[in-house]
């Protein structure tokens, strides 16, 4: 499985940016998609994730002011981040977790800087 994320850049806070990121190759039907982030010096942290089906659960730190949704026929997924914070700065790496093996898998990672 490949994840390829893009969408990510500088904005000012109170912006909003939305993130993307589409997988590729074997893909099992029982999947969650999601995006979790990494600031500096600080450890990998979920930001929000989502069920083949739509059951999403976020952050409490952006719950409100995010929005994760997935294109199942494409195998993308979204993030939609409003009210942008410098706290949210981070590199955001998409994640396919493979239920069935319970594998997961990663993309390259997107760099988010919100600027005050």
């Known amino acids: 499985v490949q994840l390829q994320a893009s969408g990510g850049g500088l904005v000012q806070a109170g912006g909003s940016l939305r993130v993307s990121c589409a997988a590729s190759?074997?893909?099992?039907?029982?999947?969650?998609m999601g995006w979790y982030r990494q600031a500096p010096g600080k450890q990998r942290e979920l930001v929000a994730r989502i069920g083949r089906g739509g059951s999403t659960n976020y952050a409490d730190s952006v719950k409100g002011r995010s929005t994760i949704s997935r294109d199942n026929a494409k195998n993308t997924v979204y993030l939609q981040m409003n009210s942008l914070r410098p706290e949210d700065t981070a590199v955001y790496y998409c994640n396919l977790y493979n239920v069935t093996y319970r594998k997961n898998f990663w993309g390259q990672g997107t760099l988010v800087t919100v600027s005050s």
């Open positions: 190759g074997s893909i099992v039907s029982l999947n969650l």
